[in-house]
């Protein structure tokens, strides 16, 4: 069964640190980009980090870029977020979400969730003194 699993979150004070995981199982993760999503309260969901083993490519978007670092450890089958300088304005529910590789590209998926497969449950983060 093709699951992702997401893990980390919690209540962080401003300028704070946390660090995501996303455990996926049942597909081999380098076929695969992966990409952090997050949904603030009555916003929409946004993508804003991608990764792919295969080409080495990394998206981010402008609002975490020097802030946020998605990286992967394919022999653990996990994609990590470490998350720095965190801001009120990142609370949110942050999910990962797997596309295949022929089928998208990381700045496809994540502006637009194009080739989007699969997606986690989500876990919270709330960044607030």
């Known amino acids: 069964q093709l699951q992702l699993v997401e893990s980390g979150g919690g209540l962080v004070q401003p300028g704070g640190s946390l660090r995501l995981s996303c455990a996926v199982s049942?597909?081999?993760?380098?076929?695969?980009?992966i990409g952090w999503f997050r949904q603030a309260p009555g916003k929409e969901r946004e993508g804003f980090s991608c990764?792919?083993?295969?080409?080495?490519?990394?998206y981010y978007a402008d609002s975490v870029k020097g802030r946020f670092t998605i990286s992967r450890d394919n022999a653990k089958n996990t994609v990590y977020l470490q998350m720095n300088s965190l801001k009120p304005e990142d609370t949110a529910v942050y999910y990962c979400?797997?596309?295949?590789?022929?089928?998208?590209?990381?700045?496809?998926?994540?502006?637009?969730?194009?080739?989007?497969?699969?997606w986690g449950k989500g876990t919270l983060v709330t960044v607030s003194s």
């Open positions: 990764i792919s083993s295969s080409d080495g490519n990394i």
């Open positions: 049942g597909f081999i993760l380098d076929y695969y980009i």
């Open positions: 979400a797997a596309g295949y590789r022929s089928i998208t590209t990381v700045q496809a998926m994540c502006n637009s969730m194009f080739g989007v497969d699969y």
